[in-house]
């Protein structure tokens, strides 16, 4: 998943990191005809996905409507904690109406500009040019923005995922018992208000500003990010080895191994979407 490569190898180097494409997204076909896109439909996906690769528990970690998928994963029991980037789902309406609005035009803008996507991002202008929601544009790799306008402007799933979250309520928040970090840039114009809004739903979740940072902070400051999430991550190993031990349990087999072959990592696994 080309938005995660940014943090990816900073996430690797103590655990196994799963980056998925969502249903309608990068190289993932979409949800099946008749099942509208919500993020519980997104979240069953991933769901069957991870049990389709024995993945039982796991941290998981995600940017905009991928934060909002994750927070739905969390109120199922398998989470070890939840990374809750810029997440979306608490809008007005009239928020909403602007979101959906801004996401249709860049949509467009991408179609547009899909034939000569090769040329625009090959230069540091071009990138800064389509990629405005982000702070740092330039910083992105040619070959990465290449795909990425692309993706955006091919994604099949595209417009009905943007319809379906016009309407779409998160709900059952109260069932989240992990430990949850939400990371907003400060400079966020898409959903700006939305983390201060979970916070008053998510037991003991925290919140962490990004100063400076637009709506995908994982590009435009991938070391702060980065090292955020893993002190996060690190943090809420501890806190679940402290609770282990109080109840008499134990990690299982394969909260404890790392991928075969490979040195032993971090318990649980990292998924990202």
Known sequence: MVGWRPVHDALSDDYDVIAF???????????????APTAVALADAVERELDRLGVAQFHV?????GARVALELATR?????????????????????HQAAALMTGRTLARLLAPIATQLTATA????????PRSHPWQLPAEDARQLLLNFAEAPGYLETVQAAMFDVPTRLERITCPVLFMQGTAEPLVSMHSLRFLAFVPHAQLQWLPGLSHVPISDDPQLVASQMVAFLKTAAKQRGTRSRAVGTRSTP????????????SPGRAVSG
């Open 77 to 97: 029991g398998r989470t070890h904690s939840v990374i809750a980037i810029a997440p979306d789902g608490l809008g007005t309406p009239l928020e909403r109406v």
């Open 61 to 65: 970690a995600g940017y905009s409507l």
């Open 21 to 35: 494409d969502l249903p309608g997204f990068g190289h993932s076909p979409p949800l099946p005809p008749g099942v």
């Open 254 to 265: 394969h909260q404890a191994a790392g991928r075969p072959g490979r040195r032993p990592r």
């Open 125 to 132: 202008a071009g990138r800064s040019l389509f990629f405005m």
